[in-house]
């Protein structure tokens, strides 16, 4: 096993609003570093403070599916009545393995409808072997194993529970959308602007990173600051159901396993979101929109966020879900790294 180490390590803590994209993550084969990955990343204290900052930490992005325990919230503030796995669905971008689906279904059937009013974005399954076993059955892509449609239907039951049309919900005018829109406005202390489409077919709005995190810091310390609240209920659902939240495989899923009460949502061109029961958060956005190094920089953002200091963590497990191979005749031979304060540098 070849441990990766870079060349060079971004400054920690240079962050400025408006400053240009930094260094978060380096792709290192052998002992050279081959590629490099910018953007900008936040970390917050329990306070609210900037713990760490790379790049602008008030860069105005779609968060995507980050946005979602969000938009949970704002549904259950409509009369949305979910708990446990299905709640953790709504606010997930699920590996539609027959679980995730099976869930899917319930809820649903629990408003009274069924597949055919799912509006999202026909897809296979995430997973590769639920997308194998969904061909093999002869099924090709539908909504249902699209990773909203837990989401979706989640957004089907609110309307369903509001008395609101199920046919337009994903309409920006929606008293849905509108009350998603007031929700994230609320808890990210700005404006939720820039509205377009997101993947799914859903609304999406911009939101600054900063101000993604102080959304995500209330959620997750919600269950001792404010408990039985629609942000506690989603917490809670989140932490509970990891696998509900991503599935099999899934980086957001290992860690919210490996620390209790931690809340992690990924999103698509390389966001994501975290914070721990203290209220200690971060939010980050890969300037290329790769995936890749993302559950490098994750891990490297929550050992500044102080997670490895938590009661009950699992280190190790941490460790490993944050670890990306460079692979070379599919060995490993490299990883990717975060470069900033935080990495992993042993």
């Not at 992005?61 to 549904?75: D, E, F």
């Not at 027959?98 to 055919?116: C, Q, Y």
């Not at 009013?117 to 099924?139: E, K």
């Not at 721990?276 to 891990?299: M, N």
Request: aromatic share 2%; charged share 20%; with cysteine.
């Amino acid at each position: 096993m070849v441990t990766a180490q870079p060349t060079t390590l971004a400054p920690a803590g240079n962050g400025a609003a408006g400053a240009p994209a930094a260094l978060l993550a380096q792709v290192v084969r052998g002992g050279l570093v081959e590629s490099e990955h910018l953007g900008h990343l936040v970390v917050l204290d329990p306070t609210g403070a900037v713990r760490l900052a790379v790049g602008d930490p008030d860069k105005v992005v779609y968060a995507r599916s980050s946005l979602k325990p969000l938009q949970a919230v704002a549904m259950l503030r409509s009369g949305l009545d979910l708990r446990g796995a299905q709640l953790a669905l709504a606010a997930a971008s699920h590996n539609a393995e027959p679980g995730h689906l099976e869930e899917v279904r319930a809820i649903l059937a629990g408003a009274g409808l069924d597949e055919s009013a799912l509006q999202n974005t026909p897809t296979l399954p995430l997973d590769p072997a639920a997308a194998l076993d969904w061909q093999r059955a002869g099924r090709g892509p539908e909504p249902v194993a699209q990773n909203c449609s837990g989401k979706h239907a989640a957004m089907l039951a609110t309307c369903v529970a509001a008395g609101w049309d199920t046919g337009a919900y994903r309409e920006l005018d929606h008293p849905l959308q509108r009350a998603v829109r007031q929700t994230l406005a609320e808890l990210t202390g700005g404006p939720a602007g820039d509205p377009t489409v997101d993947g799914c077919g859903a609304p999406l709005f911009s939101t600054s990173l900063s101000g993604l995190a102080r959304a995500f810091a209330t959620i997750a310390r919600a269950p001792q600051a404010a408990p039985g609240t629609p942000e506690a209920r989603v917490a809670a659902a989140m932490s509970a159901h990891p696998w509900h939240v991503a599935g099999t495989g899934r980086d957001a899923t290992d860690v919210m396993r490996a620390a209790p009460g931690l809340v992690a949502k990924d999103g698509a061109e390389g966001v994501y979101a975290a914070a721990l029961p203290d209220g200690s958060a971060l939010a980050f956005k890969v300037a290329d929109g790769s995936a890749r190094p993302r559950p490098a920089i994750l891990r490297a953002a929550l050992r500044v966020a102080g997670a490895d200091q938590m009661a009950g963590v699992d280190v190790g497990a941490l460790d490993r879900a944050g670890r990306v191979d460079v692979l070379g005749h599919g060995r490993p031979v490299g990883a990717v790294v975060a470069a900033f304060g935080g990495a992993d540098r042993a």
